[in-house]
């Protein structure tokens, strides 16, 4: 939006823009040299955006609680697959091939740090928010990299010392999704070591 651009940047505010308009010229249109037709035309777009923004926000508040109950039952889930596993490997006569037939052992990891590539996962958590997990294993931590529509380069938000990362920036444009590309490469001793990870993308929603 430029900056003498008299529209405001925010659904609230345009809104409250379309109605108040709607009501100042509505009361006297001849005055102003607009028509029935016009009014006419001016309610059925505002009456169109507040539709259109209610429905918006409901499916956001949607897709915020969706995840909510999501990570729940993820949690939930968990706790009953350890306390099942638990039970299993306490039997006599459990042995480590029992398990990786169950899937029940974590598998072992080589971590060469000239090699090493981090595994980013990201999960929008709406507004602009997107959080951001991996694994650091031996290392001190991730520098992570983001793009978003518009930028020329890939800009640094910072260093990741613990999983997961929040990307709290607010949306570029208020009510309007966007489109996020992250990368991430492993920290050691204050250097970047190994190679960058694959890129992510995330449609980030209002």
Same mark, same amino acid.
């Given at each position: ?12 505010? *345009? ?9 100042? *010229?509505?009361?006297? *249109?001849?005055?102003?040299? *607009? ?64 398990? !990786?037939?169950?899937? !029940? ?38 520098? !992570?990299? @983001? ?26 444009? !208020? ?28 449609? @980030?929603?209002?």
């Amino acid at each position: 939006m430029r900056k003498d651009d008299f529209i405001p940047a925010a659904d609230a505010d *345009l809104l409250a823009l379309l109605n108040r308009a709607l009501r100042e *010229l509505s009361a006297d *249109l001849a005055a102003h040299g *607009l028509t029935q037709e016009d009014a006419a035309e001016l309610k059925d777009v505002t009456d169109d955006f507040d539709a259109d923004t209610s429905a918006a926000f409901a499916v956001a508040a949607e897709a915020k609680a969706a995840t909510t109950r999501k990570n729940q039952s993820r949690k939930r889930a968990e706790a009953v697959l350890r306390r099942l596993s638990r039970q299993i490997k306490a039997r006599r006569g459990y042995t480590a091939s029992v398990g !990786i037939g169950l899937g !029940i052992v974590a598998p072992k990891h080589s971590f060469d740090l000239a090699t090493a590539k981090p595994q980013l996962t990201a999960i929008d958590q709406t507004g602009g928010a997107v959080q951001l997990t991996f694994v650091k294993y031996k290392t001190h931590g991730i520098n !992570i990299y @983001c793009k978003r529509e518009g930028d020329s380069d890939w800009v640094l938000l910072g260093r990741a010392m613990f999983s997961p990362f929040l990307d709290n920036r607010r949306l570029l444009q !208020i009510g309007k999704a966007e489109l996020r590309r992250y990368t991430a490469v492993y920290v050691y001793k204050d250097q970047q070591v190994g190679q960058f990870s694959n890129e992510v993308e995330i449609s @980030c929603a209002p």
